[in-house]
């Protein structure tokens, strides 16, 4: 992978939001993979000003993850939050950003439905990654195959502590999510991974370096041509 230390988050969200302004500025059809959780939100803040003149309205996204069994109107799903934080700033079709579908009902098929529809869409061209503070991205916990497709995943206790702070308490985080496989994840044409702080130290150090194993689903990342880290100083300090 290329790495790329910056400053802080709103130099890894400035060099971000420049290089997919580009993209859609070169294609109003770009179709964008969305994170979700803290990490991106610098990228998505700093797009806001960097689409002047830029036409959107055929721009289409599919985000990474929603947990199973939320309403998709509970503030926290992340159809809401993708609503929240992107569609809405940055004046998007709603109806060409796609969530993976966590309606228990059916749910044995919208993995499968999901990853058609990426690929009906003609594949990812940029996807945007966190990484968990256990090495996950997307929710594809450690045991994760490589070659994977969306499917639901159960959320491991560490990642449901992780994301407590998002809910009224560890009891109202869901069990569940429906996840982009890494298979699907790594499909997409470029992966640009999102890393602050110490706490995602050690993840980032093996996501990279480490060796490639389902352990650490981030080593993912390895097995793509084109993977870019941005990460700040805190989240590269076990870096070799
Ligand atoms: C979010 C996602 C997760 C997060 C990861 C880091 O859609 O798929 O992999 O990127 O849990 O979360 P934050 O950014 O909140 O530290």
Same mark, same amino acid.
């Given at each position: ?50 689409? %002047? ?17 939320? %309403? ?30 966590? @309606? ?29 503070? %256990? ?18 995943? @159960?959320?491991?206790?560490? @990642? ?7 809910? %009224? ?72």
């Amino acid at each position: 992978a290329e790495i790329v230390i910056v400053r802080d988050k709103a130099e890894a969200g400035a060099l971000v939001a420049d290089h997919i302004a580009s993209l859609l500025r070169d294609n109003p059809e770009t179709v964008l993979g969305l994170a979700t959780g803290s990490t991106p939100l610098p990228v998505y803040e700093a797009l806001r000003s960097r689409l %002047d003149g830029v036409d959107v309205s055929r721009v289409r996204g599919f985000a990474l993850d929603e947990y199973v069994g939320i %309403d998709p109107a509970h503030p926290e799903s992340y159809r809401s939050v993708i609503t929240r934080e992107v569609v809405e700033p940055l004046g998007l079709n709603p109806a060409l950003i796609r969530t993976p579908d966590g @309606t228990p009902e059916g749910i044995e098929h919208h993995g499968e439905e999901y990853d058609e529809a990426i690929r009906a869409a003609g594949g990812i061209d940029l996807q945007i990654l966190g990484i968990g503070t %256990d090495g996950h991205i997307g929710f594809n916990e450690p045991g994760s195959s490589f070659a994977s497709i969306t499917r639901v995943k @159960t959320l491991t206790e560490q @990642t449901r502590k992780d994301n407590a702070r998002f809910f %009224d308490s560890i009891d109202d985080v869901p069990m569940h999510c429906i996840t982009q496989g890494l298979g699907t994840i790594l499909r997409a044409r470029h992966l640009v991974l999102l890393a602050f702080g110490e706490g995602k130290a050690a993840a980032v150090a093996g996501a990279v370096e480490g060796p490639v194993t389902a352990s650490l689903p981030g080593s993912a990342i390895q097995l793509h041509e084109r993977a870019t880290v941005v990460v700040d100083e805190a989240a590269a300090s076990q870096l070799a």
